[in-house]
């Protein structure tokens, strides 16, 4: 099994659960419909949700050019974006031993900003791409006056670790003929059928398909 980047990012509560192979962090990321992103604003944590991709061992987020969050990001300080999965509730025979089903990464660093109106369109377009594959290609190009009025950054995935908890409950050897249900509710993250903006013109079908 692969080590942590450092000792910060090993896993303590559980450690049993710490996973550190790329692989697996990657999937986890790329799984993930959106992050929290926590970092020190006047000197106070902030965590903020956003959404976020990843190409190739970078991971990328974006918002308004205007907001505080980014710019604090982008100034050079430290940030931990953490994403997670919720996969189902663990029922056992005693409350204390409930828990949960989970995939969840923290990755640590310091990002930047894509000052280069290219570099920031092409990682833009690799958001779309990575969500919606084909789609970029069809849509309006975006302008200068949009591109400027967002910010992205960016933070290679260097220092991460992983933590999941899969199975059954794990309830206490006494409690095994306690007569209640145990076992797991899985919760499944899913997508209905797309629904048409009202002023969609006719003959336009070519729905998404749900993100892979």
Not at 63 to 77: E, I, P, Q, V, W
Not at 79 to 84: H, N
Not at 167 to 174: C, K, M, R, T, Y
């Amino acid at each position: 099994m692969e080590k942590p980047a450092s000792a910060f990012s090993r896993v303590r509560r559980r450690p049993k659960r710490g996973i550190y192979q790329r692989e697996v962090i990657e999937a986890i990321l790329d799984a993930a419909p959106f992050c929290h992103v926590g970092h020190i604003v006047a000197g106070r944590p902030v965590v903020i949700p956003t959404l976020h991709w990843r190409l190739g061992r970078n991971l990328y987020w974006h918002g308004n050019a205007a907001s505080r969050m980014l710019k604090t990001n982008a100034g050079g300080g430290e940030v931990c974006v953490t994403a997670s999965l919720f996969d189902g509730w663990v029922m056992a025979r005693s409350g204390f031993n409930h828990s949960a089903n989970y995939r969840s990464v923290m990755c640590f660093g310091t990002a930047r900003a894509l000052i280069d109106p290219a570099e920031k369109e092409q990682a833009l377009a690799g958001f779309m791409e990575k969500r919606f594959p084909g789609r970029w290609g069809k849509l309006r190009p975006v302008n200068h006056q949009e591109l400027k009025a967002t910010l992205v950054l960016t933070m290679p995935i260097e220092e991460a670790s992983a933590k999941v908890r899969t199975g059954p409950p794990h309830d206490d050897p006494e409690d095994l003929v306690w007569p209640v249900w145990a076992g797991v509710l899985p919760v499944l993250l899913g997508y209905t059928a797309p629904v048409p903006a009202p002023d969609m013109p006719l003959g336009v079908t070519d729905a998404p398909p749900a993100p892979p």
